[in-house]
């Protein structure tokens, strides 16, 4: 497992841009399948995007494409979700998640991310 630090979440109105970060410790960043989830208030965890080791490879959930991007800089261990065109149905905690100990391709399944952040709160007022 690693550590991963999400920050860049706040409070912004409809139609603006949040970048969120996630720093993540580990000699072998390079190596592994980084993605965001969010949480909203009273509902499951949802997956948003996933990002392939190699950064050739994305995957969104539909309700974020076309607004949300999803990239990661291996020589700073960041992943980064740029969220534009942000909408009150954005508001939730977003956490960002690793798989390090296997290969499982671009998944949207929480259970196969091994390692999770503490989350950022990202809230768009309307």
């Known amino acids: 497992q690693v550590q991963l630090v999400e920050s860049g979440g706040g409070l912004v109105q409809a139609g603006d841009s949040l970048r969120l970060s996630c720093a993540a410790s580990?000699?072998?960043?390079?190596?592994?399948?980084m993605a965001w989830f969010r949480q909203a208030p009273g509902k499951e965890r949802e997956f948003v995007a996933v990002?392939?080791?190699?950064?050739?490879?994305?995957y969104y959930t539909d309700s974020v494409k076309g607004r949300f991007t999803i990239s990661r800089d291996n020589a700073k261990n960041t992943v980064y979700l740029q969220m534009d065109s942000l909408k009150p149905e954005d508001t939730a905690v977003y956490y960002c998640?690793?798989?390090?100990?296997?290969?499982?391709?671009?998944?949207?399944?929480?259970?196969?991310?091994?390692?999770w952040g503490q989350g950022t709160q990202v809230t768009v007022s309307s």
């Open positions: 580990g000699r072998t960043f390079s190596t592994y399948t």
């Open positions: 990002i392939s080791w190699s950064t050739s490879s994305t």
């Open positions: 998640a690793a798989i390090t100990l296997k290969a499982y391709g671009l998944t949207a399944y929480g259970d196969h991310y091994d390692s």
